[in-house]
Protein backbone atom coordinates (compact mmCIF):
# COMPACT_ATOMS: atom_id res chain seq x y z
CA UNK A 1 0.00 0.00 0.00
CA UNK A 2 1.33 3.47 -0.58
CA UNK A 3 0.45 6.97 -1.14
CA UNK A 4 2.18 10.04 -2.10
CA UNK A 5 3.78 13.06 -1.16
CA UNK A 6 2.32 16.38 -1.24
CA UNK A 7 3.14 18.49 -4.30
CA UNK A 8 1.67 21.96 -5.45
CA UNK A 9 -1.86 21.07 -7.50
CA UNK A 10 -0.12 21.89 -11.05
CA UNK A 11 0.05 19.32 -14.04
CA UNK A 12 -0.82 20.21 -17.27
CA UNK A 13 -0.22 22.94 -19.77
CA UNK A 14 -2.02 24.90 -22.29
CA UNK A 15 -2.22 22.95 -26.25
CA UNK A 16 -1.84 25.05 -29.14
CA UNK A 17 -4.01 25.01 -30.93
CA UNK A 18 -1.98 24.13 -34.51
CA UNK A 19 0.68 20.69 -34.24
CA UNK A 20 4.27 21.60 -32.62
CA UNK A 21 7.56 20.84 -34.94
CA UNK A 22 9.58 17.78 -34.23
CA UNK A 23 12.63 16.99 -33.93
CA UNK A 24 15.14 14.28 -35.94
CA UNK A 25 13.69 11.55 -33.12
CA UNK A 26 10.38 12.09 -33.51
CA UNK A 27 9.99 14.34 -29.87
CA UNK A 28 7.43 16.76 -30.12
CA UNK A 29 8.42 20.52 -28.70
CA UNK A 30 5.83 22.77 -27.51
CA UNK A 31 6.85 25.79 -26.35
CA UNK A 32 4.40 28.10 -24.13
CA UNK A 33 4.23 32.01 -25.26
CA UNK A 34 6.76 34.39 -23.44
CA UNK A 35 5.66 35.27 -19.91
CA UNK A 36 4.17 38.45 -19.16
CA UNK A 37 2.22 40.36 -16.78
CA UNK A 38 0.60 37.17 -13.88
CA UNK A 39 1.33 34.48 -16.95
CA UNK A 40 4.07 31.72 -16.45
CA UNK A 41 6.18 30.43 -19.02
CA UNK A 42 5.95 26.09 -19.31
CA UNK A 43 8.03 24.26 -21.63
CA UNK A 44 6.28 20.46 -22.43
CA UNK A 45 8.21 17.77 -24.17
CA UNK A 46 5.82 14.93 -25.21
CA UNK A 47 6.86 11.60 -26.26
CA UNK A 48 5.37 10.18 -29.55
CA UNK A 49 3.17 7.85 -29.03
CA UNK A 50 4.04 4.30 -29.53
CA UNK A 51 1.84 2.41 -32.23
CA UNK A 52 -1.45 0.31 -32.00
CA UNK A 53 -0.96 -2.84 -30.24
CA UNK A 54 3.29 -2.23 -28.87
CA UNK A 55 1.74 -2.65 -24.99
CA UNK A 56 3.40 0.39 -24.70
CA UNK A 57 2.17 3.72 -22.26
CA UNK A 58 1.70 7.22 -23.80
CA UNK A 59 3.36 9.04 -21.02
CA UNK A 60 3.82 12.66 -21.20
CA UNK A 61 6.63 14.38 -19.31
CA UNK A 62 6.74 17.99 -18.44
CA UNK A 63 9.64 19.78 -16.48
CA UNK A 64 7.68 22.26 -13.75
CA UNK A 65 9.37 25.29 -12.34
CA UNK A 66 7.33 25.27 -9.13
CA UNK A 67 8.99 28.01 -7.30
CA UNK A 68 8.49 30.53 -10.16
CA UNK A 69 4.47 30.80 -9.84
CA UNK A 70 3.21 33.24 -8.01
CA UNK A 71 -0.38 33.08 -6.30
CA UNK A 72 -1.85 34.64 -9.09
CA UNK A 73 -0.26 32.10 -11.68
CA UNK A 74 -1.10 28.88 -9.73
CA UNK A 75 -4.90 30.26 -10.13
CA UNK A 76 -4.12 30.49 -13.71
CA UNK A 77 -2.45 26.80 -13.89
CA UNK A 78 -5.68 25.59 -11.92
CA UNK A 79 -8.18 27.30 -14.24
CA UNK A 80 -6.01 25.34 -17.02
CA UNK A 81 -6.02 22.32 -15.65
CA UNK A 82 -10.03 21.89 -14.97
CA UNK A 83 -10.76 22.30 -18.84
CA UNK A 84 -10.20 19.37 -20.92
CA UNK A 85 -10.15 21.55 -23.81
CA UNK A 86 -7.21 22.85 -23.26
CA UNK A 87 -5.36 20.31 -21.20
CA UNK A 88 -2.03 19.01 -22.42
CA UNK A 89 -3.39 15.32 -21.69
CA UNK A 90 -2.91 12.83 -24.59
CA UNK A 91 -2.52 9.17 -25.19
CA UNK A 92 -3.77 5.62 -23.90
CA UNK A 93 -6.76 5.55 -21.83
CA UNK A 94 -6.57 2.68 -19.27
CA UNK A 95 -9.57 1.17 -17.78
CA UNK A 96 -8.27 1.45 -14.15
CA UNK A 97 -5.70 3.12 -12.36
CA UNK A 98 -4.77 1.46 -8.99
CA UNK A 99 -3.45 3.82 -6.75
CA UNK A 100 -0.84 2.31 -4.18
CA UNK A 101 0.87 -1.26 -4.54
CA UNK A 102 0.63 -3.32 -1.17
CA UNK A 103 -1.55 -6.46 -1.06
CA UNK A 104 -4.92 -4.54 -1.42
CA UNK A 105 -4.14 -2.83 -4.95
CA UNK A 106 -2.30 -5.66 -6.14
CA UNK A 107 -5.17 -7.82 -5.25
CA UNK A 108 -7.59 -5.00 -7.24
CA UNK A 109 -5.61 -5.15 -9.98
CA UNK A 110 -5.05 -9.15 -10.22
CA UNK A 111 -8.91 -9.53 -10.38
CA UNK A 112 -9.33 -7.08 -13.14
CA UNK A 113 -6.54 -7.91 -15.46
CA UNK A 114 -8.25 -11.93 -14.72
CA UNK A 115 -11.32 -10.01 -16.57
CA UNK A 116 -9.58 -8.39 -19.53
CA UNK A 117 -9.48 -4.61 -18.16
CA UNK A 118 -6.75 -2.68 -18.64
CA UNK A 119 -5.69 -1.56 -14.98
CA UNK A 120 -1.93 0.67 -14.48
CA UNK A 121 -0.69 0.05 -11.03
CA UNK A 122 0.80 3.63 -9.45
CA UNK A 123 3.23 2.70 -6.52
CA UNK A 124 4.79 5.37 -4.56
CA UNK A 125 7.61 3.22 -3.30
CA UNK A 126 10.88 1.36 -5.16
CA UNK A 127 9.17 -1.50 -4.12
CA UNK A 128 5.63 -3.18 -4.03
CA UNK A 129 4.14 -4.76 -0.53
CA UNK A 130 3.29 -1.52 1.12
CA UNK A 131 2.99 -2.55 4.63
CA UNK A 132 4.55 -6.21 4.30
CA UNK A 133 7.84 -6.07 3.49
CA UNK A 134 9.98 -8.67 3.42
CA UNK A 135 14.09 -7.81 3.57
CA UNK A 136 16.93 -10.11 2.86
CA UNK A 137 20.39 -10.38 3.75
CA UNK A 138 22.99 -12.69 4.48
CA UNK A 139 22.17 -12.48 7.78
CA UNK A 140 18.60 -13.00 7.64
CA UNK A 141 17.98 -15.35 4.61
CA UNK A 142 14.66 -13.30 4.63
CA UNK A 143 13.05 -11.77 7.70
CA UNK A 144 9.10 -10.00 7.34
CA UNK A 145 9.90 -6.32 9.21
CA UNK A 146 6.01 -5.11 8.52
CA UNK A 147 2.79 -7.58 8.36
CA UNK A 148 3.72 -11.25 8.42
CA UNK A 149 0.76 -13.54 10.34
CA UNK A 150 -2.07 -15.35 8.83
CA UNK A 151 -4.09 -17.91 10.25
CA UNK A 152 -7.66 -19.88 10.33
CA UNK A 153 -10.91 -17.94 8.89
CA UNK A 154 -8.26 -16.03 6.58
CA UNK A 155 -9.27 -17.31 3.47
CA UNK A 156 -8.89 -15.27 1.10
CA UNK A 157 -5.24 -14.66 1.10
CA UNK A 158 -4.49 -18.27 1.94
CA UNK A 159 -6.52 -18.86 -0.95
CA UNK A 160 -4.70 -15.89 -2.81
CA UNK A 161 -0.79 -17.17 -1.65
CA UNK A 162 -2.02 -20.78 -2.34
CA UNK A 163 -2.42 -19.73 -6.09
CA UNK A 164 0.48 -18.08 -6.01
CA UNK A 165 2.52 -21.08 -5.19
CA UNK A 166 3.35 -20.20 -1.88
CA UNK A 167 3.44 -22.42 1.46
CA UNK A 168 2.71 -21.26 4.99
CA UNK A 169 4.12 -22.72 8.36
CA UNK A 170 3.32 -22.41 11.69
CA UNK A 171 4.26 -20.14 14.30
CA UNK A 172 6.17 -21.89 16.94
CA UNK A 173 4.61 -22.27 20.50
CA UNK A 174 5.40 -25.88 21.49
CA UNK A 175 6.98 -24.89 24.22
CA UNK A 176 5.82 -23.08 27.31
CA UNK A 177 4.78 -19.24 27.02
CA UNK A 178 6.32 -16.55 29.32
CA UNK A 179 4.47 -13.66 31.26
CA UNK A 180 7.33 -11.34 32.96
CA UNK A 181 4.79 -9.20 35.70
CA UNK A 182 6.17 -7.28 38.47
CA UNK A 183 9.60 -8.53 37.82
CA UNK A 184 8.65 -12.21 37.81
CA UNK A 185 8.65 -14.86 35.14
CA UNK A 186 5.30 -17.33 34.73
CA UNK A 187 5.53 -19.80 32.26
CA UNK A 188 1.59 -21.19 30.77
CA UNK A 189 0.60 -22.80 28.14
CA UNK A 190 -2.37 -21.17 26.16
CA UNK A 191 -3.57 -18.01 24.62
CA UNK A 192 -4.15 -15.92 28.12
CA UNK A 193 -1.94 -15.89 30.88
CA UNK A 194 -3.52 -18.35 33.95
CA UNK A 195 -4.92 -16.24 36.69
CA UNK A 196 -4.96 -17.76 40.85
CA UNK A 197 -6.32 -14.84 42.40
CA UNK A 198 -10.47 -15.87 42.49
CA UNK A 199 -10.95 -11.95 42.53
CA UNK A 200 -8.94 -10.95 39.72
CA UNK A 201 -10.38 -14.71 37.56
CA UNK A 202 -13.53 -13.63 38.04
CA UNK A 203 -12.38 -10.08 36.59
CA UNK A 204 -10.61 -11.32 33.82
CA UNK A 205 -13.00 -14.12 32.76
CA UNK A 206 -15.98 -11.40 33.13
CA UNK A 207 -13.76 -8.69 30.70
CA UNK A 208 -13.36 -11.06 27.48
CA UNK A 209 -17.20 -12.28 28.44
CA UNK A 210 -18.61 -8.73 28.22
CA UNK A 211 -16.53 -7.69 25.23
CA UNK A 212 -17.37 -10.75 22.94
CA UNK A 213 -20.86 -10.07 23.88
CA UNK A 214 -21.01 -6.25 23.21
CA UNK A 215 -19.29 -7.41 19.75
CA UNK A 216 -22.09 -9.61 19.05
CA UNK A 217 -24.53 -6.71 18.65
CA UNK A 218 -21.67 -4.67 15.94
CA UNK A 219 -22.95 -5.53 12.59
CA UNK A 220 -19.00 -6.36 10.89
CA UNK A 221 -20.23 -4.01 7.72
CA UNK A 222 -22.11 -1.42 9.57
CA UNK A 223 -20.73 -1.17 13.23
CA UNK A 224 -22.28 2.55 13.03
CA UNK A 225 -25.74 0.99 13.32
CA UNK A 226 -25.25 -1.14 16.40
CA UNK A 227 -28.33 -0.26 18.92
CA UNK A 228 -25.60 0.96 20.96
CA UNK A 229 -22.97 3.02 18.43
CA UNK A 230 -23.46 6.68 19.49
CA UNK A 231 -22.91 5.57 23.45
CA UNK A 232 -20.14 3.45 22.70
CA UNK A 233 -19.01 5.32 20.69
CA UNK A 234 -18.64 8.70 23.02
CA UNK A 235 -15.94 6.99 25.00
CA UNK A 236 -12.83 5.59 24.66
CA UNK A 237 -11.67 2.12 25.58
CA UNK A 238 -10.20 3.34 28.73
CA UNK A 239 -13.40 4.73 30.10
CA UNK A 240 -15.01 1.43 28.63
CA UNK A 241 -11.99 -1.07 30.59
CA UNK A 242 -12.49 1.22 33.84
CA UNK A 243 -15.96 0.60 33.74
CA UNK A 244 -15.46 -3.31 32.88
CA UNK A 245 -12.95 -4.17 35.15
CA UNK A 246 -12.59 -4.16 39.39
CA UNK A 247 -8.97 -5.40 39.86
CA UNK A 248 -5.88 -3.53 38.54
CA UNK A 249 -4.65 -6.35 36.86
CA UNK A 250 -7.49 -7.03 34.84
CA UNK A 251 -7.49 -3.30 34.16
CA UNK A 252 -2.99 -3.31 32.96
CA UNK A 253 -3.46 -6.61 31.14
CA UNK A 254 -6.46 -5.10 29.44
CA UNK A 255 -4.62 -2.24 28.20
CA UNK A 256 -2.08 -4.10 26.81
CA UNK A 257 -4.31 -5.97 24.91
CA UNK A 258 -5.41 -2.89 23.12
CA UNK A 259 -1.54 -2.18 22.70
CA UNK A 260 -0.90 -5.44 21.28
CA UNK A 261 -3.72 -5.53 18.51
CA UNK A 262 -4.26 -1.91 16.93
CA UNK A 263 -0.88 -0.36 18.00
CA UNK A 264 -2.42 2.37 20.25
CA UNK A 265 -3.37 4.04 23.55
CA UNK A 266 -6.44 2.83 25.02
CA UNK A 267 -7.75 6.78 25.67
CA UNK A 268 -7.08 7.42 21.97
CA UNK A 269 -9.43 4.90 20.48
CA UNK A 270 -13.35 4.50 20.25
CA UNK A 271 -14.59 1.53 22.40
CA UNK A 272 -17.63 1.34 19.37
CA UNK A 273 -14.54 0.82 17.07
CA UNK A 274 -11.65 -1.50 19.27
CA UNK A 275 -15.16 -3.85 19.92
CA UNK A 276 -15.77 -4.05 16.12
CA UNK A 277 -12.37 -4.66 15.69
CA UNK A 278 -11.86 -7.54 17.53
CA UNK A 279 -15.19 -8.92 16.52
CA UNK A 280 -14.42 -8.56 12.99
CA UNK A 281 -11.32 -10.70 13.77
CA UNK A 282 -13.71 -13.52 15.33
CA UNK A 283 -13.42 -12.21 19.16
CA UNK A 284 -10.90 -12.02 22.16
CA UNK A 285 -9.45 -15.38 22.01
CA UNK A 286 -8.83 -15.52 18.25
CA UNK A 287 -7.55 -12.24 17.45
CA UNK A 288 -4.94 -13.51 20.34
CA UNK A 289 -4.14 -16.27 19.79
CA UNK A 290 -1.11 -18.73 17.52
CA UNK A 291 -2.52 -21.51 17.83
CA UNK A 292 -5.79 -21.25 15.64
CA UNK A 293 -6.01 -17.93 15.35
CA UNK A 294 -4.50 -14.73 13.78
CA UNK A 295 -0.86 -15.61 14.38
CA UNK A 296 -0.79 -19.07 13.72
CA UNK A 297 1.32 -19.03 10.57
CA UNK A 298 3.80 -17.24 7.82
CA UNK A 299 4.81 -17.25 4.90
CA UNK A 300 7.76 -19.68 3.70
CA UNK A 301 9.91 -17.38 1.92
CA UNK A 302 8.05 -14.07 3.32
CA UNK A 303 4.45 -12.26 3.16
CA UNK A 304 6.27 -9.65 0.70
CA UNK A 305 6.10 -12.80 -2.23
CA UNK A 306 2.44 -11.95 -2.43
CA UNK A 307 2.86 -8.73 -3.77
CA UNK A 308 5.80 -9.66 -5.54
CA UNK A 309 4.23 -12.32 -7.44
CA UNK A 310 1.48 -10.45 -8.13
CA UNK A 311 3.50 -8.21 -9.83
CA UNK A 312 5.23 -11.13 -11.95
CA UNK A 313 1.94 -11.76 -13.49
CA UNK A 314 0.72 -8.36 -14.10
CA UNK A 315 4.29 -7.12 -15.82
CA UNK A 316 4.57 -3.76 -17.16
CA UNK A 317 1.53 -3.19 -15.87
CA UNK A 318 3.32 -1.74 -12.47
CA UNK A 319 4.83 1.36 -12.40
CA UNK A 320 7.34 1.79 -8.98
CA UNK A 321 8.55 5.08 -7.72
CA UNK A 322 5.00 6.82 -9.16
CA UNK A 323 3.88 9.04 -6.09
CA UNK A 324 0.67 10.07 -7.68
CA UNK A 325 -0.20 14.22 -6.60
CA UNK A 326 -3.26 15.07 -8.57
CA UNK A 327 -6.14 13.44 -9.74
CA UNK A 328 -8.75 15.18 -12.07
CA UNK A 329 -12.19 13.60 -12.99
CA UNK A 330 -14.16 16.84 -13.82
CA UNK A 331 -14.42 15.20 -17.25
CA UNK A 332 -15.02 12.09 -19.31
CA UNK A 333 -11.72 10.73 -18.35
CA UNK A 334 -9.91 10.51 -15.09
CA UNK A 335 -6.73 12.69 -15.01
CA UNK A 336 -4.15 11.30 -12.84
CA UNK A 337 -0.27 13.16 -12.46
CA UNK A 338 2.38 11.47 -10.51
CA UNK A 339 5.43 13.43 -8.29
CA UNK A 340 7.58 12.82 -11.70
CA UNK A 341 5.36 14.80 -13.62
CA UNK A 342 3.92 11.85 -15.71
CA UNK A 343 0.30 11.99 -16.56
CA UNK A 344 -1.98 9.26 -17.19
CA UNK A 345 -5.69 8.74 -17.97
CA UNK A 346 -8.39 6.10 -16.95
CA UNK A 347 -12.28 5.57 -16.83
CA UNK A 348 -12.23 4.51 -13.44
CA UNK A 349 -9.27 4.71 -9.93
CA UNK A 350 -8.86 2.48 -7.04
CA UNK A 351 -7.28 4.26 -4.17
CA UNK A 352 -5.80 1.20 -2.25
CA UNK A 353 -4.05 3.37 0.81
CA UNK A 354 -4.76 4.62 3.82
CA UNK A 355 -7.22 7.06 3.98
CA UNK A 356 -5.31 9.82 5.74
CA UNK A 357 -2.70 9.63 3.20
CA UNK A 358 -4.70 10.60 0.37
CA UNK A 359 -4.86 14.34 1.86
CA UNK A 360 -1.45 14.28 -0.19
CA UNK A 361 -3.39 14.13 -2.99
CA UNK A 362 -5.24 17.06 -5.31
CA UNK A 363 -8.15 16.25 -6.58
CA UNK A 364 -10.61 18.38 -9.03
CA UNK A 365 -13.54 18.37 -8.37
CA UNK A 366 -12.40 18.56 -4.82
CA UNK A 367 -13.76 15.24 -2.32
CA UNK A 368 -16.75 15.98 -0.56
CA UNK A 369 -16.73 17.22 2.93
CA UNK A 370 -17.64 13.96 4.68
CA UNK A 371 -14.67 12.12 3.09
CA UNK A 372 -12.50 15.34 3.44
CA UNK A 373 -13.34 15.35 7.01
CA UNK A 374 -12.68 11.86 7.48
CA UNK A 375 -9.73 11.31 6.01
CA UNK A 376 -8.00 13.91 8.11
CA UNK A 377 -9.40 12.30 11.16
CA UNK A 378 -7.95 8.36 10.94
CA UNK A 379 -4.43 8.41 12.61
CA UNK A 380 -2.29 5.19 12.13
CA UNK A 381 -1.28 3.39 14.76
CA UNK A 382 2.85 3.57 15.80
CA UNK A 383 5.21 0.51 16.04
CA UNK A 384 8.64 -0.85 15.81
CA UNK A 385 9.15 -4.25 14.81
CA UNK A 386 12.39 -5.89 16.20
CA UNK A 387 14.32 -9.15 15.15
CA UNK A 388 17.32 -10.24 17.38
CA UNK A 389 19.17 -13.07 15.75
CA UNK A 390 21.11 -15.50 18.00
CA UNK A 391 23.52 -18.32 17.84
CA UNK A 392 21.03 -20.83 19.02
CA UNK A 393 17.31 -21.15 20.72
CA UNK A 394 18.46 -20.73 23.88
CA UNK A 395 15.18 -20.30 25.14
CA UNK A 396 14.08 -23.67 24.12
CA UNK A 397 16.76 -25.24 26.65
CA UNK A 398 14.16 -24.18 29.50
CA UNK A 399 11.20 -25.14 27.77
CA UNK A 400 10.00 -21.89 26.32
CA UNK A 401 8.88 -21.09 22.95
CA UNK A 402 10.34 -17.70 22.32
CA UNK A 403 6.52 -16.21 23.25
CA UNK A 404 6.82 -13.31 26.26
CA UNK A 405 3.40 -11.38 27.05
CA UNK A 406 6.17 -8.42 28.94
CA UNK A 407 3.48 -6.38 31.52
CA UNK A 408 6.21 -4.04 32.63
CA UNK A 409 5.97 -0.14 31.79
CA UNK A 410 10.02 0.42 31.91
CA UNK A 411 10.11 -2.64 28.87
CA UNK A 412 10.45 -1.83 25.32
CA UNK A 413 8.48 -4.56 24.21
CA UNK A 414 5.16 -5.79 25.16
CA UNK A 415 5.10 -8.88 23.11
CA UNK A 416 7.13 -11.13 21.51
CA UNK A 417 7.04 -14.56 19.02
CA UNK A 418 9.46 -16.74 17.69
CA UNK A 419 10.88 -16.03 14.77
CA UNK A 420 13.18 -19.35 14.02
CA UNK A 421 12.76 -20.41 10.06
CA UNK A 422 10.78 -23.48 9.72
CA UNK A 423 13.76 -26.07 9.39
CA UNK A 424 15.23 -24.70 12.83
CA UNK A 425 18.00 -22.38 11.07
CA UNK A 426 18.62 -18.45 12.43
CA UNK A 427 17.18 -19.11 15.91
CA UNK A 428 15.50 -15.43 16.54
CA UNK A 429 12.83 -13.42 18.23
CA UNK A 430 10.48 -10.76 16.96
CA UNK A 431 9.75 -8.18 19.32
CA UNK A 432 7.05 -5.25 18.89
CA UNK A 433 7.61 -1.36 20.27
CA UNK A 434 4.35 0.18 20.16
CA UNK A 435 1.64 3.07 21.04
CA UNK A 436 3.30 5.29 23.14
CA UNK A 437 6.75 3.68 23.90
CA UNK A 438 7.49 3.26 19.92
CA UNK A 439 7.11 7.10 19.36
CA UNK A 440 9.01 7.37 22.76
CA UNK A 441 12.31 4.76 21.74
CA UNK A 442 12.65 6.29 17.96
CA UNK A 443 14.37 9.34 19.49
CA UNK A 444 17.24 6.49 20.24
CA UNK A 445 19.82 4.90 18.04
CA UNK A 446 19.46 1.65 16.57
CA UNK A 447 22.26 -0.01 18.72
CA UNK A 448 20.78 1.67 21.91
CA UNK A 449 17.18 -0.44 21.21
CA UNK A 450 19.16 -3.40 20.57
CA UNK A 451 21.16 -3.19 23.92
CA UNK A 452 17.45 -2.50 25.90
CA UNK A 453 16.00 -5.03 24.46
CA UNK A 454 18.98 -7.89 25.06
CA UNK A 455 19.04 -6.41 28.10
CA UNK A 456 15.08 -7.27 28.78
CA UNK A 457 15.16 -10.76 27.11
CA UNK A 458 17.54 -11.27 29.27
CA UNK A 459 15.88 -10.72 32.66
CA UNK A 460 12.49 -12.48 31.38
CA UNK A 461 14.37 -15.65 29.89
CA UNK A 462 16.42 -15.84 32.62
CA UNK A 463 19.63 -16.38 30.53
CA UNK A 464 22.67 -14.44 29.86
CA UNK A 465 22.89 -15.82 26.47
CA UNK A 466 20.46 -12.91 25.52
CA UNK A 467 22.86 -10.53 25.86
CA UNK A 468 25.34 -11.89 22.59
CA UNK A 469 22.61 -11.83 19.32
CA UNK A 470 24.73 -12.15 16.31
CA UNK A 471 22.40 -10.43 14.56
CA UNK A 472 19.53 -7.20 14.56
CA UNK A 473 17.07 -5.98 12.24
CA UNK A 474 14.15 -3.59 12.88
CA UNK A 475 11.82 -1.32 10.85
CA UNK A 476 9.99 1.82 12.37
CA UNK A 477 6.77 2.25 10.54
CA UNK A 478 6.08 5.51 11.95
CA UNK A 479 8.88 7.30 9.92
CA UNK A 480 7.54 5.69 6.52
CA UNK A 481 6.10 8.41 4.74
CA UNK A 482 4.04 6.19 2.40
CA UNK A 483 2.21 4.12 5.04
CA UNK A 484 2.07 6.77 8.16
CA UNK A 485 2.57 3.95 10.21
CA UNK A 486 1.27 0.40 11.17
CA UNK A 487 -0.65 -1.85 11.55
CA UNK A 488 -3.54 -0.20 10.82
CA UNK A 489 -5.81 3.26 11.06
CA UNK A 490 -7.82 3.54 14.11
CA UNK A 491 -10.37 5.88 15.05
CA UNK A 492 -11.02 8.19 17.74
CA UNK A 493 -14.25 8.78 19.68
CA UNK A 494 -17.37 10.00 17.82
CA UNK A 495 -15.34 9.36 14.23
CA UNK A 496 -17.25 6.18 13.20
CA UNK A 497 -20.78 7.19 13.86
CA UNK A 498 -20.42 10.69 12.12
CA UNK A 499 -18.27 9.50 9.29
CA UNK A 500 -17.65 5.99 9.21
CA UNK A 501 -20.31 4.86 7.04
CA UNK A 502 -18.43 6.49 3.72
CA UNK A 503 -15.40 4.96 4.10
CA UNK A 504 -16.44 2.26 1.40
CA UNK A 505 -18.80 4.54 -0.48
CA UNK A 506 -17.30 5.71 -3.66
CA UNK A 507 -16.66 9.25 -4.92
CA UNK A 508 -17.78 9.52 -8.26
CA UNK A 509 -15.44 7.20 -10.31
CA UNK A 510 -12.59 6.95 -7.52
CA UNK A 511 -13.31 3.89 -5.71
CA UNK A 512 -11.62 2.74 -2.44
CA UNK A 513 -9.52 -0.04 -1.02
CA UNK A 514 -7.30 -0.75 1.55
CA UNK A 515 -7.46 -2.96 4.74
CA UNK A 516 -9.44 -0.23 7.01
CA UNK A 517 -12.17 -0.42 4.87
CA UNK A 518 -12.65 -4.45 5.19
CA UNK A 519 -15.09 -5.73 6.74
CA UNK A 520 -13.63 -9.46 7.66
CA UNK A 521 -10.08 -8.94 9.61
CA UNK A 522 -9.22 -5.38 8.54
CA UNK A 523 -6.05 -4.56 9.54
CA UNK A 524 -4.36 -7.47 8.47
CA UNK A 525 -3.28 -9.15 5.10
CA UNK A 526 -7.07 -10.97 4.70
CA UNK A 527 -8.75 -7.72 5.29
CA UNK A 528 -6.52 -6.32 2.45
CA UNK A 529 -7.20 -8.94 0.15
CA UNK A 530 -11.46 -8.29 0.66
CA UNK A 531 -11.28 -4.57 -0.05
CA UNK A 532 -8.84 -5.13 -3.02
CA UNK A 533 -11.32 -7.43 -4.32
CA UNK A 534 -14.83 -5.42 -3.43
CA UNK A 535 -13.69 -2.26 -4.96
CA UNK A 536 -12.32 -4.47 -7.95
CA UNK A 537 -15.71 -6.28 -8.35
CA UNK A 538 -17.64 -2.87 -7.90
CA UNK A 539 -15.58 -2.06 -11.27
CA UNK A 540 -16.01 -5.22 -13.10
CA UNK A 541 -20.22 -4.27 -12.09
CA UNK A 542 -19.94 -0.74 -13.42
CA UNK A 543 -17.74 -1.88 -16.85
CA UNK A 544 -20.91 -4.76 -17.52
CA UNK A 545 -18.08 -7.66 -16.90
CA UNK A 546 -19.80 -8.84 -13.60
CA UNK A 547 -22.20 -8.79 -11.70
CA UNK A 548 -22.14 -10.95 -8.53
CA UNK A 549 -20.33 -8.37 -5.91
CA UNK A 550 -21.16 -10.38 -2.99
CA UNK A 551 -19.46 -13.79 -3.23
CA UNK A 552 -19.06 -15.90 -0.24
CA UNK A 553 -15.30 -16.90 0.26
CA UNK A 554 -15.11 -20.65 1.00
CA UNK A 555 -13.31 -22.41 4.00
CA UNK A 556 -9.76 -22.32 3.29
CA UNK A 557 -8.87 -26.63 3.01
CA UNK A 558 -5.41 -26.20 4.27
CA UNK A 559 -5.82 -24.17 7.38
CA UNK A 560 -9.23 -25.27 8.26
CA UNK A 561 -10.52 -23.67 11.21
CA UNK A 562 -11.31 -25.15 15.00
CA UNK A 563 -14.57 -23.43 16.08
CA UNK A 564 -13.87 -21.45 19.37
CA UNK A 565 -15.94 -22.58 22.43
CA UNK A 566 -15.89 -21.53 25.94
CA UNK A 567 -16.79 -23.52 29.41
CA UNK A 568 -20.39 -23.26 31.62
CA UNK A 569 -17.91 -21.33 34.26
CA UNK A 570 -16.59 -19.29 31.62
CA UNK A 571 -20.14 -18.38 30.19
CA UNK A 572 -21.85 -18.17 33.99
CA UNK A 573 -19.27 -17.08 36.74
CA UNK A 574 -20.17 -13.89 37.58
CA UNK A 575 -18.16 -10.44 37.46
CA UNK A 576 -16.96 -8.93 40.54
CA UNK A 577 -20.11 -6.27 41.06
CA UNK A 578 -22.35 -9.65 40.36
CA UNK A 579 -19.94 -11.16 43.10
CA UNK A 580 -20.90 -8.41 45.66
CA UNK A 581 -24.43 -8.23 45.04
CA UNK A 582 -24.84 -12.32 45.43
CA UNK A 583 -23.07 -12.02 48.60
CA UNK A 584 -25.41 -8.99 49.47
CA UNK A 585 -28.28 -10.58 48.82
CA UNK A 586 -27.58 -13.36 50.02
CA UNK A 587 -26.31 -11.87 53.55
CA UNK A 588 -29.30 -10.05 53.53
CA UNK A 589 -31.43 -12.94 53.29
CA UNK A 590 -29.46 -14.54 56.23
CA UNK A 591 -30.09 -11.81 58.38
CA UNK A 592 -33.83 -11.66 57.25
CA UNK A 593 -34.13 -15.05 58.09
CA UNK A 594 -32.38 -15.01 60.92
CA UNK A 595 -34.54 -12.15 62.55
CA UNK A 596 -38.22 -13.54 61.66
CA UNK A 597 -36.43 -16.86 63.48
CA UNK A 598 -35.85 -14.77 67.07
CA UNK A 599 -39.12 -12.92 66.33
CA UNK A 600 -41.14 -16.47 66.17
CA UNK A 601 -39.03 -17.52 69.20
CA UNK A 602 -40.15 -14.29 71.25
CA UNK A 603 -43.53 -14.88 70.41
CA UNK A 604 -43.50 -18.35 71.83
CA UNK A 605 -42.52 -17.22 74.94
Not at 56 to 67: G, K, N, Q, T
Not at 75 to 103: C, P, W, Y
Amino acid sequence: MSTQRVMPSVSRMPMEASDPPRDSRGVSVQVSAPPSGRDAAWQSVDELAPPPGSGEEWVEERSAPWASLSLSSWETVNQSMASREKASVSGHLFDVVVIGGGISGLSAAKLLAEHEVDVLVLEARDRVGGRTYTIRNKHVDYVDVGGAYVGPTQNRILRLSKELGLKTYKVNVNERVVQYVKGKTYPFRGAFPPVWNPIAYLDYNNLWRTMDNMGKEIPADAPWDAPHAEEWDRITMKELIDKICWTQTARRFASLFVNINVTSEPHEVSALWFLWYVKQCGGTTRIFSVTNGGQERKFVGGSGQVSERIMERLGGRVKLSHPVTFVDQSGDNIIIQTLNNETYQCKYVISAIPPTLTSKIHFIPELPCERNQLVQRLPMGAIIKCMMYYKEAFWKKKDYCGCMIIEDEEAPIAITLDDTKPDGSLPSIMGFILARKAIHLAKLQKDQRKKIICELYSKVLGSEEALHPVHYEEKNWCEEQYSGGCYTAYFPPGIMTRYGRIIREPVDRIHFAGTETATHWSGYMEGAVEAGERAARSILNALGKETNQDIEEPESEDVPAIEITHTFWERNLPSVPGLLKLIGFSTSVSALCFVVYKCRLLERS
